[in-house]
């Protein structure tokens, strides 16, 4: 018999993917996470190139199986090492995933990322890599130019794949 109040709990693990599409973990297992007031968890590391590496992290920690929860309280406590509630508020806005279009410019996507139109995806690729460590934010480029060169990448390789009218005739 448990006494009340008290529960049965597995231990559980909760992971996500972050900005820099590595695996974060966060493990419970003193007690369940509550939604409201937020608990944090027992332990939680980032860094893992895998979902598993990062399971195998967390089950080392705790020194057992664990159950894989929602990536949502993984996400929330992120927010919460941020400085931020752990959940968004209803009038917060949604963010954002993904454009639509991407910035407008005048320069075509081959002189945005310094290749002409008759280039391989292979050399594509190699130019759209330099360019993005050029321009991204991370390395003091801007976030206005390095959404450029994603977007001309992405263009440019769309492009690429649908075949080029013969001008034979």
Known sequence: MHAAGTEL??????????????????????APPSRVPFRKPDASDGGASTHQEALDAAESRVGSKVVVIDARW??????????????????????????????????????ILG????????????????????????????????????HAYREAALRLRKPRPRRDR
């Open 115 to 150: 290749v002409t139109r008759d280039v391989s995806a292979a050399e594509l690729k190699l130019a759209y890599r330099r360019r993005a460590l050029e321009t991204h934010p991370d390395h003091g480029g801007d976030p206005e130019s390095f959404q450029k060169v994603v």
């Open 74 to 111: 993984a996400r929330a406590w992120i927010r919460v090492l941020r400085g931020e509630g752990p959940w968004r508020s209803s009038t917060e806005p949604a963010p954002r995933l993904a454009r639509a279009a991407g910035p407008v410019s005048n320069e075509s996507v081959w002189a």
């Open 9 to 30: 709990f597995a231990p559980v693990c909760s992971i996500t993917t972050t900005q820099r599409r590595r695996f974060f973990w966060a493990a419970w297992w003193t």
